[in-house]
């Protein structure tokens, strides 16, 4: 049974920096990432990584957000900086095997102005 604990999130100011971390039991070869979803909109794709390191970031993110991962600690990372209060919204981790999709609980993130 696959399990994913997130943590990392909280709040900080305009500019500031975040770091969010997910740890995967139960599925080691995988496609890890995060969506967020802000209130009155849809989920969105913020990065995925793939077993072998492949990245994909979503337009609203790129050249601020960095996804990384411990492949030993199956655990994946993403490192937000430049935050904005637009990427205020709950963060989730997922995790795609062979088998299914699945996501952690959720994790808040909200950026002041």
């Known amino acids: 049974q696959v399990q994913l604990v997130e943590s990392g999130g909280g709040l900080v100011q305009a500019g500031g920096s975040l770091r969010l971390s997910c740890a995967a039991s139960g599925s080691i070869f995988n496609v890890m990432g995060w969506y967020r979803q802000a209130p009155g909109k849809q989920r969105e794709l913020v990065a995925y990584i793939s077993s072998g390191g492949s990245t994909n970031y979503g337009d609203s993110v790129k050249g601020r957000f960095t996804i990384f991962r411990d492949n030993a600690k199956n655990t994946v990372y993403l490192q937000m900086n430049s935050l904005k209060p637009e990427d205020t919204a709950v963060y989730y981790c997922?995790?795609?095997?062979?088998?299914?999709?699945?996501w952690g609980q959720g994790t808040q993130v909200t950026v002041s102005s």
């Open positions: 997922t995790l795609v095997d062979t088998i299914a999709r699945y």
